[in-house]
């Protein structure tokens, strides 16, 4: 028995919920009850179910206007009934999407010491419900909802808030299940859209757990090439880095508080979320409904590709074989603006190439680390 463990976001998002659930396994494992007669816990023995929306960048994905389904996939591993019947989808690594689709998730089933699976939205808020209490059923535990930044205690008015729906659609669809479900929030702040201190007051009384270094390390080898930034912000702070970091949208701030994971009942996530709450109420049939409710009490569009959100990069024109290592932390630190940090997302960017040009970048910086620093 193992429980379901759900990264809100998509994206970038499995890395992080891989530190987390390597972290909650630990912190059980520690407080766990000795009279009580069960087989130990182990963070490090058994590969944690993840599931994920496929909701990519718009540099994985150009075609990217919401979440990709399973249509959008060759190669799938088919559990239960089917999407259709309330089973569920898994990535492999040989997983392909379909083009003029992109993911990262067959590479990262093929990196990531978890099982992947996919959420596919495509029919509705009833139809997801359904896949989610299935994966959880077949896991045997709980689910745990893991979000990277904070954004699904959203009041919906923030200034920075830009992705709204996809956390409010996780939280409705595990409360229809009827399950036992936990939030978790890593790394308050760190996604850019809700500021660390009004996060740090929504929770307020909940003792948050510290992943140690080896559960950041699970994420590594995944980290070594993907463009996740709030996942790699989060990774950087166990690690011990603090200070101003640049990324592809702002600047953040990593802090004592940046390693924190944090966990609440979903019934006080949902009472923080009123889209979240407005989709249990009013219970949209489509995917389009619900999404409309989003953009009609947040003002943004739930279905929106971040192409509109984040500036757009132009075209990769640049070359990493003939970038010299003296030119580009020089042209970093012009990037960055004076931060003490910046993202490898970002950097590949700011020198014109492509996202899959970070692991040729990390090779001409000689850097292994989750973020790349630029001061002393």
């Known amino acids: 028995m193992s429980d379901l463990y759900i990264a809100a976001g998509g994206g970038g998002d499995p890395l992080g919920t891989l530190i987390a659930a390597r972290a909650l396994t630990a912190d059980r494992a520690e407080h ?14 058994d590969a944690p179910l993840i599931a994920t929306y496929a909701w990519e960048r718009p540099e994985v994905d150009p075609a990217a206007g919401g979440p990709l389904g399973e249509r959008d996939f060759y190669g ?4 239960g009934e089917g ?32 099982r992947l699976l996919l959420l596919d939205p495509a029919r509705g808020l009833s139809a997801l419900s359904r896949q989610i209490g299935s994966m959880a059923r077949a896991a045997g535990g709980r689910i745990r909802i893991v979000d990277i930044g904070g954004d699904i205690l959203t009041h919906g008015d923030e200034p920075g808030l830009c992705s709204p729906f996809g956390d409010a659609l996780t939280l409705a669809a595990c409360h229809l299940t009827g399950i036992p479900t936990t939030v978790h929030v890593a790394g308050p702040g760190l996604d850019g859209e809700i500021d660390e201190r ?3 007051e929504r929770l307020a009384g ?30 950087a702070a166990i690690h011990g880095a603090r200070g101003s970091v640049r990324t592809a949208r702002t600047v953040i701030h990593l802090t004592d508080a940046s390693p924190g994971l944090y966990s609440l009942p979903l019934p006080d996530a949902i009472a923080h979320n009123p889209v979240a709450r407005a989709l249990v ?7 389009d409904a619900a999404a409309d409710i989003s953009q009609r009490l947040t003002g943004i569009p739930g279905l929106e590709s971040e192409r509109t959100r984040t500036p757009q ?25 004076g931060a003490d940090h910046i993202t490898l997302r970002h950097a590949a960017r700011s020198l014109g190439l492509a996202w899959t040009d970070i692991p040729a970048l990390r090779a001409v910086l000689t850097t292994d680390t989750p973020v790349l620093r630029l001061t002393p």
């Open 313 to 337: 990069q132009a075209s990769p024109t640049g070359r990493i074989a003939f970038l010299d290592p003296e030119t580009a932390v020089k042209a970093l630190r012009e990037a960055a603006d």
């Open 198 to 200: 009004p996060l740090l």
């Open 281 to 287: 109420a009013e219970h949209p049939a489509t995917l």
């Open 32 to 45: 766990a009850d000795p009279a009580e007669h069960t087989a130990p816990l182990d963070a490090t023995r």
């Open 76 to 79: 799938l591993v088919h559990e």
């Open 83 to 114: 999407v259709r019947g309330g089973g569920f989808a898994a990535f492999t690594p040989a997983t392909l999407a379909r083009p003029p689709a992109g993911s990262t998730l067959p590479a990262l089933a093929r990196d990531l010491p978890a």
């Open 206 to 235: 909940h003792r948050p757990v510290v992943p140690d270094r080896d559960a950041a390390t699970a994420a590594a080898r995944a980290l070594a090439w993907h463009p996740s930034e709030a996942s790699a912000l989060w990774a």
